[in-house]
């Protein structure tokens, strides 16, 4: 059984930057396509950025290109993101999310294991 664990969130001030962690375990993570969503209150959970197993293909949510940046080390089973710029509207629960995939899927129905949130606050 696949499990996630996300670290780095916290509370931020508007236009700095924060970076969060998750770290797999109990499965072949080099083979996943691992992705981060974001949850606001009162909101669905939306998809924010992807990265296919290989490393070499991402995907962005329009909100965050240019602010965000995903990245993943296969040799640590942890993929990053590394939130810039940030606004308040960026405030959520952070989800890390995984799939064995050969596509980069933007829709939670799409993925197959979840960590269990990691809050961001971004004051203004």
């Known amino acids: 059984q696949v499990q996630l664990v996300e670290s780095g969130g916290g509370l931020v001030r508007a236009g700095g930057s924060r970076s969060l962690s998750c770290a797999a375990s109990?499965?072949?993570?080099?083979?996943?396509?691992m992705a981060w969503f974001r949850q606001a209150p009162g909101a669905e959970r939306e998809f924010v950025a992807g990265?296919?197993?290989?490393?070499?293909?991402?995907a962005y949510a329009d909100s965050v290109k240019g602010r965000f940046t995903i990245s993943r080390d296969d040799a640590k089973n942890t993929v990053y993101l590394q939130m810039n710029s940030l606004k308040p509207e960026d405030t959520a629960v952070y989800y890390c999310?995984?799939?064995?995939?050969?596509?980069?899927?933007?829709?939670?129905?799409?993925?197959?294991?979840w960590g269990q949130g990691s809050q961001i606050t971004v004051s203004s």
């Open positions: 109990g499965g072949t993570f080099s083979a996943y396509t």
């Open positions: 990265i296919k197993w290989s490393g070499g293909r991402t």
């Open positions: 999310a995984g799939v064995s995939s050969w596509t980069i899927p933007q829709t939670s129905r799409g993925y197959t294991y």
